[in-house]
């Protein structure tokens, strides 16, 4: 039974990339439904798929959040992950496809759900903004800040894996991946063609878009964006990245994770020898997991 990977808005649920893809739940309006009415949608989806893993950006509204932590609460259910990591949201919907992805695949949902830490690495997300004032994601600098009230101003920003800011112009550049990706732009209130051409300096190979996501004015200060993603797109290369990482079993539930955190319940490495939990394996010695090796990029 595959893994529901689930979103918070329709349009982070990017179309398929390949014919495996699964499907994405959209958990939409999960702050103005009815509590009980979003118990049993929730309920209802744990009890088709056995897990759910629940994908949201920084930027989701704070009343959407305290829902799907008091629904988990509600339900008492340790097969319910809230992954939220610090993302732009186009880089959210990419990563959240990936991961629907790899629910096609022979999978535990425990590895599942803790690749989505792994699959960030590879991620390098940002935008071309009209302005800087409001970007809090970055530092900015002083200079940057007086140019952004310039008429006609622009500047290039990379969010993740590691921050970079730069004005555009002809010779402006930003450090990108070092391994082959393709490319996906999400164009809000502003024409660049700086933007257009990242691709091509970046080497990807494939570029296609997609409508902007209502939480991109929020998380980046400003409408007047363009956002981009470079990502690695190939099932087979996101499966191998997965499956070459050890695996272990968390000493609390027992599910089969990859990392030091269990996504699941949020349980860390055992600080003791007898840290056992409830649903370990019987009659298995508690293992210290071990963190991950740092993910290398594929050839």
Known sequence: MPTAIAVTSADLALPAQDERTMPAVVLA?????????????????TEQYGHVVVVC?????EPVIRRL??????????????FRPGLPPLGIAVLARQLRQLASCDLGPGVLASAGRLLTHYIHAGAVLG?????????????????SWVPGSQFAVVAHPEPQ???VGPEATLDGPEFGTRMLLAKGQLQSDWA???????GAQGLSETPLPAESAVWWGTGRLVEFCAYLAELSVLYQLVTSVRQSSCHWCGIDVI??????????PPS???????NAPEHRAPEHQHRAPEPRAPA
């Open 69 to 82: 932590h008091t629904l988990r609460s509600l339900l008492e259910s340790d097969r319910i992950a809230l």
């Open 272 to 278: 003791a020898p007898d840290a056992v939990g409830p």
């Open 196 to 202: 257009d051409g990242l691709g091509t300096r970046w």
């Open 57 to 61: 950006s920084e930027a989701t509204p």
């Open 29 to 45: 309006g999960l702050d103005r439904e009815p509590l009980d009415e979003c118990l049993t949608e929730l309920q209802a989806l």
């Open 259 to 268: 990392g030091d955190r269990c996504v699941f319940c949020s349980a860390g």
């Open 165 to 167: 800011l730069v004005r």
């Open 131 to 147: 302005s800087v004032a409001r970007l809090d994601r970055v530092p900015v600098g002083l200079k940057a800040h007086a140019r």
